[in-house]
Nanobody, 121 residues
Framework: QVRLLESGGGSVQAGGSLRLSCAAS?????MGWFRQTPGKEREAVAF???????GIIDSVKGRFTISKEKANSTLYLQMNSLKFEDTAMYYC??????????????????WGQGTQVTVSS
């Protein structure tokens, strides 16, 4: 069982920045960030694989950056130029498989508890 602990969420004004962190109890090949608002499906935001290949959704491209520190299995999401519509609970996710790692929930086996990001306009 991989344990994931997110931190770094909070309240910020539109145009501001936040950096989310996710501490993993062990290394996994695939790690990603998802977000969810009440009444909506959880959506992928970004992923990074074991070769540092990344993917990100169009709505945050150029504003969000995913990265990781292999040494301590920590995942990051740098979020700049935040918009009201970025308001959501953000979840860290981890997947063991090296056959599929991308922007779909099925690629991930383990989930964190989430950290809230609130952007005021």
């Amino acid at each position: 069982q991989v344990r994931l602990l997110e931190s770094g969420g909070g309240s910020v004004q539109a145009g501001g920045s936040l950096r989310l962190s996710c501490a993993a109890s062990e290394y996994t090949y695939c790690m990603g960030w998802f977000r969810q608002t009440p009444g909506k499906e959880r959506e992928a935001v970004a992923f990074i694989n074991g070769f540092d290949g990344t993917g990100i959704i169009d709505s945050v491209k150029g504003r969000f950056t995913i990265s990781k520190e292999k040494a301590n299995s920590t995942l990051y999401l740098q979020m700049n130029s935040l918009k009201f519509e970025d308001t959501a609970m953000y979840y860290c996710a981890a997947g063991r498989s090296n056959l599929s790692c991308g922007l779909i929930k099925a690629d991930y086996n383990f989930w964190g508890q989430g950290t809230q990001v609130t952007v005021s306009s």
